[in-house]
């Protein structure tokens, strides 16, 4: 089995900052991909940011030039860096991992409890 603990999130004004991060744990023989979620009260969740093994990064537009991602790959823990938050950043924040369990097996994804960000106006 994998656990995703995630730490971090909370209150703040907007224009503000806050981190998040998540430490992947357990029958991992390697990790594709770690990242972030999103959900809001009565949305989807969706893709905030990630980052692969080889350190390629994807951020949805929204999140552009406010958000870095980055990955501490000996620790198998991923850090969302979070600036200039506005009010409509206020979600669950979910960290995603994608596994390998062995050098030939099939992919599996793990979720995190999911971590609530609030942004006030």
């Known amino acids: 089995q994998v656990q995703v603990v995630e730490s971090g999130g909370g209150l703040v004004q907007a224009g503000g900052s806050l981190s998040v991060s998540c430490a992947a744990s357990?029958?991992?023989?390697?990790?594709?991909?770690m990242g972030w979620y999103r959900q809001a009260p009565g949305k989807q969740r969706d893709l905030v940011a990630i980052?692969?093994?080889?350190?390629?990064?994807n951020y949805a537009d929204s999140v552009k030039g406010r958000f870095t991602i980055s990955r501490d790959n000996a620790k198998n823990t991923v850090y969302l860096q979070m600036n200039s938050l506005k009010p409509e950043d206020t979600a669950v924040y979910y960290c995603?991992?994608?596994?390998?369990?062995?050098?030939?097996?099939?992919?599996?994804?793990?979720w995190g409890q999911g971590t609530q960000v609030t942004v006030s106006s």
């Open positions: 995603y991992v994608n596994v390998k369990k062995d050098r030939v097996g099939r992919s599996y994804q793990y």
């Open positions: 357990g029958s991992i023989f390697s990790i594709n991909a």
């Open positions: 980052v692969t093994s080889g350190g390629n990064t």
